[in-house]
């Protein structure tokens, strides 16, 4: 059974500019999950996705956004990128009622 | 709000001796509990968790972790370290009747001294 797979695994980024991060789930897994890990803040929930709708946010701001497709894959959004927003960005996906999430390998963003 | 406290940022121990990381949460309801190992440059591996039943827990690569209500604790153990247990290890928490998502202590990461 694939993982949960991450695209791209690094991005550099200008200050201002939006990116899209991508995340495939495992296959059968409908709940798709996105964290934020830093140096200074750790580890941050930033939102979950299920059935294409969002279950649930973090604290972040609104420039933070996500979608989910009917295949369950997600991106999510980042614009107007700041300095700050230089982080690894974890997806994890889990099957319904598991509470067993697989997180995937991450994409560390640099913002210059 | 939940909090999840590891104690010991960097903890140091010889191959072969007994490796302890300490997790404690803040909850009065005690949540679901998780341990998460991250490698250089990796995502979170799951280790074990505890959710209902038994509250010794084993999981993989030889660690266990056992739920003490009384102590709010789910400290983690591995008998004898090995080089490849290096590495830092999340405690999280979900915490029940709320949303499912996860939330972390600030790490530990595990030296292993040949």
């Known amino acids: 059974k694939a993982g949960v797979t991450q695209t791209p695994r690094y991005l550099i980024k200008t200050r201002g500019q939006q990116v899209t991060l991508s995340c495939s789930p495992i296959?059968?897994?409908?709940?798709v999950s996105w964290y934020q890990q830093t140096p200074g803040q750790g580890l941050q929930f930033l939102f979950e996705?299920?059935?294409?709708?969002?279950?649930n946010k973090g604290n972040f701001p609104g420039r933070f956004s996500g979608r989910q497709f009917s295949n369950s894959r997600s991106e999510m959004n980042v614009s107007t990128l700041e300095l700050g927003d230089s982080a690894l960005y974890l997806c994890?996906?889990?099957?319904?009622?598991?509470?067993?999430?697989?997180f995937g390998s991450g994409t560390r963003l640099t913002v210059v | 709000a939940q909090s999840v406290t590891q104690l010991g940022s960097h903890v140091s121990v010889s191959e072969g001796a007994l490796v302890l990381l300490r997790c404690n949460y803040s909850?009065?309801?005690?949540?679901?509990l998780f341990w998460y190992v991250q490698y250089p440059n990796q995502g979170l591996q799951l280790l074990l968790k505890?959710?209902?039943?038994?509250?010794l827990v084993k999981g993989i690569n030889g660690f266990e972790a056992e739920f003490k209500k009384s102590e709010t604790s789910f400290h983690l153990t591995k008998p004898s370290a090995h080089m490849s247990d290096a590495a830092e290890y999340f405690c999280?928490?979900?915490?029940?009747?709320?949303?499912?998502?996860?939330?972390f202590g600030t790490g530990t990461r595990l030296t292993v001294i040949p």
């Open positions: 994890a996906s889990s099957d319904t009622g598991n509470y067993g999430y697989t």
């Open positions: 296959s059968g897994h409908r709940s």
């Open positions: 996705y299920f059935s294409e709708t969002q279950r």
């Open positions: 909850s009065s309801v005690p949540p679901y």
């Open positions: 505890y959710t209902t039943g038994a509250t």
């Open positions: 999280a928490v979900i915490p029940l009747g709320g949303a499912n998502n996860l939330f």
